[in-house]
């Protein structure tokens, strides 16, 4: 658990030694720390909780890409709110540009849901569907 004497331990050893992880160094490496809690989900959260919100996101952002397929449709690329977003769909068209977005907002979710940023992803979840879907479907259904 201590070190020896004279033995030099960097945090990520001295935290995996802590948290009840394993360390593997290699000379020249920084040392790889596999402990519980760092690369997966938060003591005390289930992983279900982490899964299901990963799979609300992604129902979130289908449903934003369909409804500003309709918006951009009906209304004109004009419409779109990211500029990016909108120069994208005038460059390479509308269905090209929100499919992109979508699956980089999708990959981007995977990584925070890998790391166990499940409570961010939550958050972003209802920001987005607060921001994006709810606005959009109440421009397409008054």
Not at 30 to 44: D, F, I, Q, R, S
Not at 66 to 82: A, K, P
Not at 128 to 139: N, T
Request: charged content about 10%; some cysteine.
């Amino acid at each position: 658990m201590f070190p020896r004497q004279g033995e030099k331990m960097s945090s990520a050893t001295r935290l995996a030694r802590v948290s009840g992880g394993t360390s593997v160094a290699r000379p020249g490496w920084v040392p790889l720390t596999v402990a519980a809690g760092l690369a997966g989900t938060p003591p005390g959260q289930s992983r279900l909780f982490g899964d299901v919100v990963w799979v609300l996101f992604v129902a979130v952002q289908a449903a934003d890409g369909v409804c500003t397929y309709v918006g951009l449709q009906l209304f004109g690329i004009g419409m779109e709110g990211n500029p990016l977003i909108g120069w994208h769909a005038a460059t390479f068209g509308i269905g090209t540009a929100l499919v992109s977005a979508k699956l980089l907002a999708a990959t981007c979710a995977a990584f925070l849901h890998s790391v166990g940023r499940h409570i961010t992803l939550a958050l972003l979840t209802i920001v987005h569907l607060v921001g994006a879907v709810w606005p959009w479907s109440r421009i397409l259904w008054p």
